[in-house]
């Protein structure tokens, strides 16, 4: 059943070949003909063909539904006093990832599910339509292959994350071989990524050495490679990523010269979650450095209980235009193509013919006020 949506204020479609000529490629005036989850038509609003239902946005802004290709929704359990004790001056060293693993594993598979099921729900509410989900709070070989089961028909985008920390008591090399054999077998048939805590940093997290091997293991099983880089330290998390082909690395905090030569001649995404910088109170990273190396630049929420408890990529938005020197355009277009791009998806982050009927409207009249208005639920995913 095909709908025609009118009265669209202003549409952004990624595509610019189109409208402004920027890379958004905003349209004024234009409709939108969806069929089957497609889109199947773009253009003046006066053209537009006959269709069996209509939606009238009444001027409101349309732009592609949000990608958010980072987040840690399997979870169960609360860290609100570890976040206050930060607020306080306590340094985060994921030493605290340790407690959701003890509620995680606690918790039934229908809470879980129920958990995953609410937060996807508070996504989609602030116009997110794409969620990457990991594991990586079970940390056993049975509790990662239920966390990644029981995103089965929730999400196309499950990482396998059991190289998040070494578990309490485990002996580290021990895990990293359990990690590339016996519990990789278990998860790579659920999964679609493998990602690794790469921080040498942190007592908890993997170096370079045991990243790679547990990347190799997974790009052996057919899982395509992440990697969260560089979070809380400068290290080798985003060479070995970009060595690795890795679609995408994610916080990048603190980059050397080095690393962003390897990013700007290499074909991996860097995300950046700046709601974990908030959460954190740490510097955030520098998107415009990379931005000017012709770097293609993602944003994430990092959904998690420990460094950054939102769904909001309005938030982020807003974050990466006022601290991170990003344009309100280049944090849309990173919040929805650049997620895509993190997730190598051409069917999703654009409006255009032939792609996902995700979208997104704005009780706004421009995409600016998503930076603008701060804080104001003006984003929701449209139910069509
Ligand atoms: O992306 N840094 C590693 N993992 C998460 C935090 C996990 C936690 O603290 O529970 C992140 O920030
Ligand atoms: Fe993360």
Redesign the pocket.
Known sequence: MATLITGIGELVTNDPTVGDGSPLGVLPGAAVVIDDARVIWIGPAGDAPAADDAVDLAGRTLVPGFVDP?N?LV?AGD?SAEFAARMSGEP?D?G??AA?VRATRAATDAELRAHVERRIAEARGQGTTTLEIKS??GLSTDDEQRALRLLDGLTDERTFLGG??VPPGADRDEYVRLVCGPMLDACAPHADWIDV?C?PASAH?FDGDESRAMLEAGARHGLGLRV?GN?LSTGPGVRLAVELDAASV??CTHLEPADVDALAGGGTVATL?PG?EFSTRSPYPDARRLLDAGITVALAT?C?????FTSSMPFVIALAVREMGMTPAEALWAATEGGARSLRRDDVGRIAVGAAADLTVLDAPSYVHLAYRPGVPIARALDV
Request: aromatic share 14%; net charge negative.
């Open positions: 980072h840690h979870f860290r985060y994921g605290g990832i959701t990586g709070y998040h920390v805590f921080e997290a969260h979070q994610d916080h979650l974990a990092d998690n209980p420990g460094t950054s």
